[in-house]
């Protein structure tokens, strides 16, 4: 069991929290005994530190979200912010420990990508230097693991995402579609729980981005959607209903779908930051799911249609 004082863990994670967050850890009366239950846990799996038990605290209450609350702790991986902490202060026993955990799957990202010509030792030290070694006015990278999720897959992220980067720098101005640098450097769906992960991001953002452009679309647009994809109609039903002939319904409903995507383009693009080329990749990832998104937001009543000049 950890000797130090639980009122010190306590106070070192209250100065490092979130101002908003303040509050309601204030009013736990077993903060301090929360803090050093999870602190003992996760020495019980990697070993002592000599970085600083209320260090380690504080560290915890600068990674929370201003939103957190005392139960937010119970759903914190322990071992792995304790296992990040310990490499962010350079802690001997932690960069071993986290090269012997981590190492194979940093390895598996760049033997996967086929796009970035470096060895696999060489991608490991860009990837250390990457998140251990601080830059001017920075901490390093490990430091911003939130212990929300898996570090196993936040490593993997991480890696990707240094892939994406090292295609795009030797691509120079030319632009580089996502499929194309980093598609490949993730397995087949159902083989990795990171796709999974960058599945779950993509669809999520996607969704949200197509309701933004769903409120984009005219009246006439959303009914014409609907009448397609809810209603079953066919392009001759659609001309009827209109009283237009079949090719202007036609017309109308293929600008409607592309005005859909374009909107949702552009809202992703400012989400994501991605470029133009990548939205087809991450449409790739998602296409699955877009009938459904789009069913959803098709359920409801008929709108009034205003003359379209």
């Known amino acids: 069991m950890t000797t130090v004082d639980e009122s010190v863990l306590a106070a070192a994670f209250l100065g490092a929290l979130p101002s908003a967050a303040r509050p309601a850890f204030e009013a736990e009366p077993e903060l301090g005994a929360r803090l050093a239950g999870l602190l003992d846990e996760a020495k019980a799996a990697l070993g002592s530190f000599a970085a600083s038990d209320d260090g380690f605290a504080a560290h915890l ?47 598996l ?42 570090l196993r897959s936040w490593v993997r992220v991480t ?21 194309a640098e980093a598609l490949s450097a993730i397995p087949s769906p159902g083989d990795d729980p990171e796709l999974d992960y960058i ?8 969704r949200e981005a197509l309701q933004t ?29 209109y009283r237009v002939h079949r090719t202007t319904a036609f017309r109308w409903i293929e600008k409607a779908r592309r005005s859909l995507l374009q909107h949702a383009r552009d809202a992703l693009k400012q989400r994501l930051h991605v470029q133009s080329g990548e939205f087809l990749s991450i449409m790739r990832v998602v296409q699955g799911d877009l009938e459904v998104s789009v ?15």
């Open 61 to 107: 209450g600068g990674v929370l979200p201003a939103d957190a609350t005392p139960d937010t702790l119970a759903r914190l991986r322990g071992g792995d912010l304790y296992l990040a902490y310990g490499c962010a202060a350079g802690e001997t026993i932690a960069l071993e420990a986290f090269e012997v955990e981590f190492g194979r799957d940093i390895d």
């Open 295 to 309: 069913r959803r937001l098709l359920v409801s009543n008929i709108e009034v249609e205003p003359p379209e000049g």
């Open 213 to 241: 452009a769903f409120a984009r679309l005219t009246p006439r647009e959303r009914n014409l959607l609907r009448h397609q994809v809810l209603h079953g109609l066919n392009i001759d039903q659609v001309g009827a209903l």
């Open 199 to 206: 599945q779950r991001v993509f669809k999520t953002e996607f």
């Open 159 to 179: 890696a990707l995402r240094m892939i994406v980067d090292l295609v795009r720098q030797h691509a120079g101005d030319r632009e580089v579609p996502l499929e």
């Open 109 to 150: 990202a760049i033997a996967r990508s086929g796009n970035v010509n470096l060895a696999k030792d060489e991608f490991r030290q860009l990837v250390r230097n990457k998140l251990f070694v601080a830059t001017p006015g920075r901490r390093p990278k490990i430091a911003d693991y939130a212990g929300r999720g898996d």
